[in-house]
């Protein structure tokens, strides 16, 4: 980190007051207020920045920020030249050999293999994991904060002892490797007092079967813990830690610090001896936190006895029993429990009160229901109520005899084609419910529509309508719990609602005079017809008016309008309506022109040539002695339909066709239109033009 320009930093650790923690790209640091010092720890992030601070060490600098200064503060080293990684053999001289934590430390950084330290099981899963590089920094991390010693051995860790009660520090721990230089900051404000450490929140305890599972909330109170100690007492004993080693829950697992943290107590001498529990944290400084709030918890019997295994459900002359066998007899076993159900898996209920002896293998059921579903199992509990299941077994007696018919079945359907059917219940104890059938005729095989027995006394079933049938027939069957089907019920005979339109009629042809339209139709094939309406209307208006309407008894091909009155455009359509109600639900229209006066004169001398240096079909004629208004041009090729091509104004006798569609025989027809909407008949080209 540069540090030629801090101005901006220090005026926020100004602002703030308090300690400021900064990391570098490859180390970070951390301090401790104390009353009499403060204890600075740096950690490099990576192996790369390790393994330079071991081979090069860090050296500590302190600035003094003053309120209201406005130079740069002086940097003052407070450590040696260089911090490093003791040696092997200072090591050696500086701790015991039964130190808890320097003989790992020095395994770490010497040893040419590395396994993990005794007591830390927990561990175990992510040294599998890790490469041997990886694995040795992590540990020397670890043991660096919890436990002060080794982060002195190990450069990582400094106290400064020369202090003022109410100055403000800044500390620059600077990495001393050439190759990658780096700096972590941290500030103290000596005005704030000591560091407090906060207390791990209370635990939460949940009691198993000779062991004690604890869960605490790991952020809670801001601290960041690198491990714990768990503390127990009993029966009036003092305090003591139920293991070896400060504890740290599944390091490797998941990035980041852990939120809750779990740990569970193996080595409880017995159940139900009621013990005290309590956690104390380590911090990174290798310092302890005070004790949570204390909890009580005690490890119970939660494991159940041997599952019965249910042999068989006879029928014992009218009666259900129950056999089975209990594998092996817990020295608890308390008692059994006959339990039945009408379903195969829930709705238990037991058969007796209390429970049977611990010798029963049998058990006769007396209750009232017995024809039906009898699903049965046998529950085994032992004296702390743990209780294990038998696998389920089904029982029934021998019954032979189908339900009645039954009867009273009624129904209806609506325009949606929901049918909506209805009958009586039977009488039967034993009943199961009921199949329904349906046929679209009587004299059809009926199907079946429910694919289970209906339970209840009715049955909504839905239907298409636009079908040719008009009816639909259902029949209603009983079955009891034992499958025994009744005789078919009377049909129920429904007439469907009659939503489908009858066929459209079809216009076939027309004929046209300047006072008459004669319309030629294919009538409607209904056999519900009741009539035909012939609708007429102007082109371009929206609202048709009825002309006629004649009944299906009237078989009529063919209808005149005499009410037409020229130059004009009309629209024709026949709607045929059937019994119901239902009109065609696309009608088919006729256009037709009515002209006001007879044909006038047309031109002559149409002829044409074809122009093969230009591509073009040369068309001339002669004008009529009236004035035209504009004429018409239409073409056909190689005998095809006659389509109109252009239209020309009334004063040109002439006209060229350039858009030829290829080789071909091309005849042209011409007509003239007048200004008072009169027309000339058709006149045809002399000769055909043939395009090579």
């Known amino acids: 980190m540069n540090m030629h320009e801090p101005r901006h930093l220090l005026a926020l650790l100004l602002v703030l007051g308090c300690a400021f923690p900064t990391a570098a790209q490859g180390l970070m640091a951390i301090a401790r207020n104390t009353n009499d010092s403060v204890v600075i720890r740096w950690s490099p992030t990576n192996i790369r920045t390790w393994e330079g601070i071991r081979r090069y060490g860090v050296k500590v600098e302190r600035l003094t920020i003053q309120q209201g200064m406005t130079g740069k503060p002086t940097a003052d080293r407070i450590s040696p030249d260089t911090i490093k990684v003791w040696s092997m053999e200072r090591f050696r001289a500086n701790f015991p050999k039964d130190h808890a934590y320097a003989p790992a430390v020095v395994q770490a950084l010497y040893g040419k293999t590395f396994a993990a330290p005794p007591g830390q099981p927990d561990l175990r899963n992510a040294m599998d994991r890790a490469n041997d590089q990886q694995l040795r920094w992590t540990f020397c991390m670890l043991f660096a904060d919890i436990d002060a010693g080794s982060a002195n051995a190990m450069g990582l860790r400094w106290v400064d002892r020369d202090l003022s009660v109410d100055a403000l520090y800044l500390y620059r721990v600077i990495a001393l490797d050439p190759l990658q230089r780096d700096t972590a900051l941290i500030g103290v404000n000596r005005k704030n007092g000591p560091d407090a450490i906060a207390a791990v929140p209370q635990p939460v305890a949940e009691e198993l079967d000779g062991a004690v599972r604890l869960q605490w909330d790991a952020g809670r109170t801001g601290e960041q813990f690198s491990a714990y100690w768990i503390e127990r007492s009993g029966a009036g004993k003092p305090w003591s830690r139920v293991h070896a080693r400060p504890f740290i829950e599944s390091m490797g697992v998941a990035p980041g610090p852990l939120e809750v943290v779990h740990y569970t107590d193996t080595t409880l001498t017995a159940n139900y001896v009621p013990y005290q529990y309590r956690v104390v944290g380590v911090t990174p400084f290798g310092e302890e936190s005070p004790p949570s709030s204390t909890i009580a918890a005690m490890g119970r019997d939660r494991t159940a006895p041997s599952a019965p295994v249910l042999k068989e459900v006879k029928d014992v002359r009218g009666k259900l029993v129950v056999y089975w066998d209990q594998p092996s007899a817990a020295a608890d076993l308390k008692g059994f429990r006959v339990e039945k159900s009408p379903e195969p898996q829930v709705g238990f209920l037991p058969l007796h009160e209390g429970l049977l002896p611990t010798t029963a293998r049998s058990f006769t059921d007396t209750s009232t229901f017995l024809i039906g579903e009898n699903h049965f199992r046998v529950v085994a509990l032992d004296t702390a109520n743990n209780a294990s299941f038998s696998l389920t077994g089904y029982g029934s007696l021998i019954d032979s005899i189908a339900p009645s018919t039954p009867t009273a079945l009624t129904g209806s359907i609506d325009t949606l084609g929901v049918v909506r059917l209805h009958w009586k219940v039977g009488p039967e104890q034993d009943l199961l419910g009921y199949r329904v059938f349906f046929a679209n005729a009587t004299d059809h095989e009926f199907t079946n529509r429910t694919g289970v027995p209906v339970g209840d006394t009715t049955f909504t079933d839905t239907i298409p309508l636009n079908t040719l049938t008009k009816r639909i027939h259902y029949r209603i069957a009983a079955v009891d719990r034992n499958f025994n089907h009744s005789d078919l019920g009377p049909i129920l005979t429904l007439l469907k609602p009659d939503i489908v339109p009858p066929t459209a009629p079809v216009f076939a042809g027309q004929q046209v005079s300047d006072t008459t339209v004669t319309l030629r139709f294919v009538p409607s094939s209904s056999e519900d017809l009741a ?133 071909g025989r091309y005849d042209y027809q011409l007509q003239a239109v007048y200004s008072d909407g009169g027309v000339s008949a058709m006149v045809p080209c002399a000769n055909p033009i043939e395009v090579r």
């Open 531 to 663: 009539h035909h309406r012939l609708l007429r209307k102007l082109q371009g208006d929206t609202i048709w008016t009825e002309l006629f309407i004649w009944p299906a008894s009237d078989v009529r091909r063919e209808i005149t309008d005499g009410t037409v009155n020229g130059p004009a455009y009309f629209s024709y359509s026949i709607i045929a309506v059937d019994s119901a109600g239902n009109s065609t639900s696309a009608p088919g229209t006729a256009d037709v022109r009515v002209h006001k006066h007879l044909r006038k004169a047309g031109p002559s001398g149409l002829r044409g040539f074809h122009d093969p240096l230009s591509k073009m079909v040369q068309l001339n004629w002669s004008a009529p002695s009236a004035q035209v208004k504009h004429y018409i041009i239409y073409r056909s090729k190689d005998g095809g339909n006659l389509v109109s091509l252009a239209s020309v104004e009334g004063s040109r006798t002439g006209f060229e066709d350039m858009r030829l569609t290829g080789v």
